[in-house]
């Protein structure tokens, strides 16, 4: 297992804009999921991608992967107030533990 | 996806009592099941690694005497804190495996007054 370092610490913005966070590992990975946790509650999974994808959609959720540079991006598209959590990511290697980084905050505004 | 049930939600003890908590999957059976802790504003930490049938993994630092770990079924682990002192107040949250995600329960908020 590995730790991913999410990339802005904290992003505000408008309710319709897009939201746009990034997420770097060090070594090879299997896969790699992002997940949301709103304050004082558990996480949600919201989407994994596969080392040999390179984008994946979910919603107004969109999800690319780099190998080549080890870092993965999310993009929520017309945000929503809603949106407002903490999004961590998880590098998978095939080892059972997830292990989070920081997270990026994000403050959507109405 | 699936769901993983944590009780109770949130729980107020005295110092030097030690309180329970339960983590269920509800619909699929989890050999192993994860202990996290969170402090405000901060990360996740993963404290323990609980493997149903045999004595939990824990991280460097995890004091296995205070943070007691039994997985005794496919779909039940519980940590226990025992003589929780007013440093333990935190949120614990715990997931399960369902490979290859990961899904998380709701946290319980644990205040040691």
């Known amino acids: 297992s590995q730790q991913g370092e999410e990339d802005p610490q904290a992003l505000s913005i408008q309710e319709g804009e897009n939201a746009t966070m990034n997420c770097s590992y060090k070594t090879s990975i299997n896969n790699l999921q992002w997940y949301r946790q709103n304050s004082g509650r558990g996480l949600v999974h919201l989407i994994l991608?596969?080392?040999?994808?390179r984008e994946k959609h979910s919603g107004r959720l969109r999800v690319t992967l780099d190998t080549s540079k080890k870092s993965s991006s999310l993009l929520i598209t017309a945000s929503r107030a809603a949106d407002t959590a903490s999004y961590f990511c998880a590098p998978g290697t095939g080892g059972f533990k997830t292990i989070f980084g920081a997270g990026t905050r994000l403050f959507v505004k109405a | 996806g699936a769901v993983v049930s944590q009780h109770p939600s949130w729980v107020i003890c005295k110092s030097g009592t030690s309180v329970k908590i339960e983590c269920r999957s509800l619909d699929f059976q989890a050999t192993t099941m994860f202990w996290y802790r969170q402090f405000p504003k901060q990360s996740l930490m993963l404290m323990a690694t609980?493997?149903?049938?045999?004595?939990?993994?824990?991280e460097q630092g995890v004091e296995k005497d205070k943070f007691l770990i039994n997985h005794a079924s496919l779909t039940l682990s519980t940590l226990t804190v025992t003589s929780a002192h007013p440093e333990d107040s935190s949120f614990y949250i715990c997931?399960?495996?369902?490979?290859?995600?990961?899904?998380f329960g709701q946290g319980t908020r644990l205040t040691v007054v």
């Open positions: 997931s399960a495996r369902d490979s290859p995600e990961a899904f």
């Open positions: 991608i596969r080392s040999n994808e």
């Open positions: 609980s493997n149903e049938g045999s004595k939990a993994t824990y």
